[in-house]
């Protein structure tokens, strides 16, 4: 079976400083991958999507970067963290655009 | 306008009582739709999916679509305390999914 694996669950980062969050994907190839983003109390902000090994398309622009390096990893970057980049990080795939997606568990990301 | 809406909460019910829980969206081309469900603290799971219009039953779960007015529904029979949660209402609009904010559910026993 499929499994999506999202780490670390919980990161404490002060303003200015990089980070880094991975997500992989067992069970599946060539998924389709999403990064989003929630605020607290808020609804899901897709922030990028990826079809393939570096594709990466960018739905918000901001201080965030993505990038594919292998079929089932995505990685979620920034050079310099804002207070404004808080919140719940979500990783999720799929098979194919019409199909439902799965999350991980998230990231909670708060900057002091 | 917003691409997916759904109806402001927080609903509350009490227990053994139907919840109803409606969204709309904006792409008449959207195809796909899906309910999540999201405890606090957790991400979201996928509870219903539904493609074609007409009436979707998954146990205490009915999923209803009406493509022409753009509605999506989510009945919850039998409404126990555990089904207190965020109810979010997702569209394929291709290549990606829209979300709405989500509904708040309360189940009080």
């Known amino acids: 079976s499929q499994t999506i694996h999202q780490w670390p669950a919980t990161l404490v980062q002060p303003v200015g400083s990089p980070l880094s969050l991975e997500c992989t994907v067992e069970?599946?190839?060539?998924?389709?991958l999403y990064w989003y983003r929630q605020a607290a109390g808020r609804g899901l902000q897709l922030l990028f999507y990826?079809?393939?090994?570096?594709?990466i398309s960018s739905e918000v622009p901001q201080n965030l970067s993505a990038s594919r390096p292998q079929d089932r990893q995505f990685i979620l970057s920034s050079k310099k963290l804002l207070l404004s980049d808080s919140g719940f990080y979500l990783c999720?795939?799929?098979?194919?655009?019409?199909?439902?997606?799965?999350f991980g568990d998230g990231t909670r990301l708060s900057i002091l | 306008q917003k691409e997916v809406e759904q109806n402001s909460g927080p609903l509350s019910v009490p227990e053994g009582a139907i919840a109803s829980l409606n969204c709309t969206y904006s792409?008449?081309?959207?195809?796909?739709f899906f309910w999540y469900r999201q405890y606090s603290g957790k991400s979201p799971e996928l509870i219903m999916s539904?493609?074609?219009?007409g009436d979707k039953e998954d146990g205490r779960f009915t999923a209803q679509l009406n493509k022409a007015s753009q509605y999506v529904s989510l009945l919850i029979r039998d409404s126990q305390p555990s089904d207190s949660a965020t109810y979010l209402c997702a569209v394929n609009v291709n290549p990606d999914m829209r979300f709405g904010a989500g509904t708040r559910l309360t189940v009080k026993p």
């Open positions: 990826s079809v393939g090994i570096g594709q």
């Open positions: 999720a795939w799929n098979t194919r655009e019409n199909q439902p997606q799965h």
């Open positions: 069970g599946t190839s060539n998924p389709n």
């Open positions: 792409d008449r081309g959207s195809q796909s």
């Open positions: 539904i493609y074609s219009n």
